[in-house]
């Protein structure tokens, strides 16, 4: 069986009428990564700050590392690697000094030059904190989340801000660190992150679970049909598809063709038709269910940003 190392049942914390928790109960397994992710606004944040014992809730039972937050505080810390939603150095303090100050922090720390080169952070040395880049400063709190050797990461909303590139490079170093036997928890309101980054994911509205499963298993559970779309050279009957079993409906929106069907099957079924009869058709694109697909089907909302 796996290791619980994570568990929290029915967590409340309000802020006046605000219901931030809303008996909130969840498990995280040892080696994995968790996501727990939604709007901002969601009760994401103070979740997290529950479990890391930086926030103290209304009512309900943490453990941590089989350690309760409220009275062994520190304890929980010593093993833990936390980077912060909203994080900042004083500008003129440079790196090697974050990280030299940050290890005096523990008991326990690691040789932290490789993990400077690691995260490409090793030309960087000497540079103050104002003068990296946006990417630069997120690698810089990974790092300085890892400098105890921690059992289980907390990552919160770590790439908010980052440009598409920064952002997936991100993506590989959190992967990276969790085939290093690393636990991570993260929250993220980024619907493709979670989608790409964990085994396992909460979706919270309004500080309530509304679904928890893998990604793969929350996709599945909605039933939208995949999509296959494409246009075609010449004259073409709509009707000649229905031929393909696979395909449950099918429409002509201006110059393009769009099918729909529950699998992957549709795809392949209808291919191998356009290929077999001589129809040929262009810009072939497919459109598949994704973690946002589920959020909306839950909550019949766009996601709040």
């Given at each position: 069986?796996?290791?619980?190392?994570?568990?929290?049942?029915?967590?409340?914390?309000?802020?006046?009428?605000?219901?931030?928790?809303?008996?909130?109960?969840f498990e995280v397994f040892q080696g994995?990564?968790?996501?727990?992710?939604?709007?901002?606004?969601?009760?994401?944040?103070?979740?997290?700050?529950?479990?890391?014992?930086?926030?103290?809730?209304?009512?309900?039972?943490?453990?941590?590392?089989?350690?309760?937050?409220?009275?062994?505080?520190?304890?929980?810390?010593?093993?833990?690697?936390?980077?912060?939603?909203?994080?900042?150095?004083?500008?003129?303090?440079?790196?090697?000094?974050?990280?030299?100050?940050?290890?005096?922090?523990?008991?326990?720390?690691?040789?932290?030059?490789?993990?400077?080169?690691?995260?490409?952070?090793?030309?960087?040395?000497?540079?103050?904190?104002?003068?990296?880049?946006?990417?630069?400063?997120?690698?810089?709190?990974?790092?300085?989340?890892?400098?105890?050797?921690?059992?289980?990461?907390?990552?919160?909303?770590?790439?908010?801000?980052?440009?598409?590139?920064?952002?997936?490079?991100?993506?590989?170093?959190?992967?990276?660190?969790?085939?290093?036997?690393?636990?991570?928890?993260?929250?993220?309101?980024?619907?493709?992150?979670?989608?790409?980054?964990?085994?396992?994911?909460?979706?919270?509205?309004?500080?309530?679970?509304?679904?928890?499963?893998?990604?793969?298993?929350?996709?599945?559970?909605?039933?939208i049909e995949n999509k296959l779309i494409?246009?075609?050279?010449?004259?073409?009957?709509?009707?000649?598809?229905?031929?393909?079993?696979?395909?449950?409906?099918?429409?002509?929106?201006?110059?393009?063709?769009?099918?729909?069907?529950?699998?992957?099957?549709?795809?392949?079924?209808?291919?191998?038709?356009?290929?077999?009869?001589?129809?040929?058709?262009?810009?072939?694109?497919?459109?598949?269910?994704?973690?946002?697909?589920?959020?909306?089907?839950?909550?019949?909302?766009?996601?709040?940003?």
């Amino acid at each position: 069986m796996d290791k619980i190392i994570v568990k929290i049942e029915n967590l409340y914390k309000s802020y006046g009428k605000i219901k931030a928790c809303d008996d909130i109960s969840f498990e995280v397994f040892q080696g994995e990564i968790f996501g727990l992710v939604g709007p901002n606004g969601a009760g994401k944040t103070t979740t997290i700050e529950c479990i890391e014992g930086l926030r103290k809730p209304g009512s309900g039972n943490i453990n941590v590392l089989g350690l309760s937050p409220s009275t062994n505080g520190s304890d929980i810390r010593q093993r833990i690697g936390i980077q912060l939603q909203q994080s900042e150095l004083p500008g003129r303090i440079k790196v090697w000094e974050a990280m030299d100050l940050f290890s005096s922090f523990y008991k326990k720390n690691i040789e932290w030059l490789p993990l400077l080169e690691n995260l490409g952070l090793k030309e960087k040395y000497g540079a103050y904190f104002s003068k990296l880049s946006g990417g630069q400063k997120q690698r810089l709190f990974i790092a300085l989340s890892l400098i105890n050797d921690p059992e289980l990461v907390f990552l919160d909303e770590l790439t908010t801000g980052l440009d598409p590139q920064a952002r997936r490079a991100t993506w590989e170093l959190i992967d990276t660190i969790n085939k290093k036997g690393k636990t991570i928890f993260l929250t993220t309101h980024y619907m493709e992150e979670a989608e790409r980054l964990c085994d396992r994911v909460a979706i919270v509205d309004h500080g309530k679970i509304i679904a928890l499963d893998s990604p793969q298993n929350l996709i599945r559970s909605i039933k939208i049909e995949n999509k296959l779309i494409f246009s075609m050279a010449g004259d073409f009957q709509l009707d000649t598809l229905n031929n393909i079993k696979s395909i449950s409906k099918y429409e002509k929106l201006g110059d393009k063709i769009v099918v729909y069907g529950q699998d992957n099957k549709m795809v392949r079924d209808t291919v191998n038709f356009l290929a077999k009869n001589n129809i040929d058709f262009y810009d072939l694109k497919t459109e598949q269910a994704t973690l946002e697909d589920v959020f909306l089907t839950l909550t019949g909302k766009e996601i709040r940003s």
